[in-house]
């Protein structure tokens, strides 16, 4: 290993014949095309398509008849028309319970500990978890209706590790008064890679900006933002059925 690396930094730095000429074959290999005519741009579009489309067709067989059936064996409840784009990564002993017309657009992770008994992932019905969503679950975390979440995402109903310095260099696992359930309401938008900690209630309607860190309840039909979340903007639209009043709205802080 080491008469290696001592090649590659002489090819580097070496002056002489030799490794000049070694380097620019690498130079030219690394900037190497084909000549390509654009007469044959067309057929190339569509070879480009073509194979597009068989990779898509291959990864749609592998969730229907590999993905899906699979995910389904360790849920608790899977409702209709279940998409699982790729194979879930499950692990400890969550209980997993899904809702009509989910879509796992990419690899999900759900982390169980067996700190208390029953630890659920209660998904309803028409939500989107976007790629690598993580789930750190030992109690609850429950996601409603019409929920988007995007990709980059974690929810966590712990903190993972017990607060007590000692016991987290005993490696013990949090207590259970550490561990407090999260929810998701109905309608509401989690943007890209943002962190929902534990305790946490995202309100009916609430959207919650790309890579924010949410430590405290949002209020429904608002807009928050930023490490820890705050509130930037009051939505005044509701969702049809919206049993949340409008007057709370007007209770909300004025965008700073």
């Not at 690498?26 to 900037?31: L, M, S, T």
């Not at 679950?137 to 590790?161: C, K, P, T």
């Not at 608002?222 to 930037?232: E, I, K, L, Q, Y």
């Amino acid at each position: 290993m080491r008469a290696l690396n001592n090649f590659i930094v002489a090819a580097k730095r070496d002056n002489t014949r030799v490794y000049r000429i070694l380097r620019a074959v690498v130079r030219g290999y690394r900037n190497f095309r084909l000549p390509i005519p654009a007469l044959f741009n067309p057929v190339l579009g569509l070879l480009f398509a073509l194979q597009f489309n068989v990779v898509k067709s291959l990864r749609r067989l592998a969730s229907v008849f590999l993905f899906e059936p699979l995910f389904r064996g360790r849920c608790e409840r899977a409702g209709r028309r279940l998409l699982v784009s790729k194979m879930p990564f499950v692990t400890g002993p969550a209980k997993l319970i899904f809702g009509d017309d989910v879509n796992l657009f990419g690899k999900l992770d759900v982390q169980s500990g067996h700190i208390l008994e029953n630890p659920t992932l209660l998904v309803h019905n028409r939500v989107d978890l976007g790629h690598n969503v993580s789930i750190t679950l030992n109690q609850l975390i429950e996601i409603e209706d019409d929920v988007n979440v995007a990709s980059g995402v974690r929810f966590m109903d712990s903190d993972s590790h017990p607060r007590d310095v000692n016991e987290r260099i005993a490696d013990k696992a949090p207590r259970p008064e550490e561990i407090r359930p999260v929810k998701i309401c109905r309608g509401a938008w989690i943007g890209q890679s943002a962190f929902i900690m534990k305790g946490v209630t995202v309100g009916e309607g609430a959207i919650v900006g790309a890579a924010s860190v949410v430590v405290t309840d949002v209020p429904p039909y608002t807009v928050v933002m930023g490490n820890p979340a705050r509130v930037v903007i009051k939505l005044n639209e509701r969702m049809p059925g919206s049993t949340v009043p409008v007057s709370i709205a007007q209770t909300l802080p004025a965008r700073q």
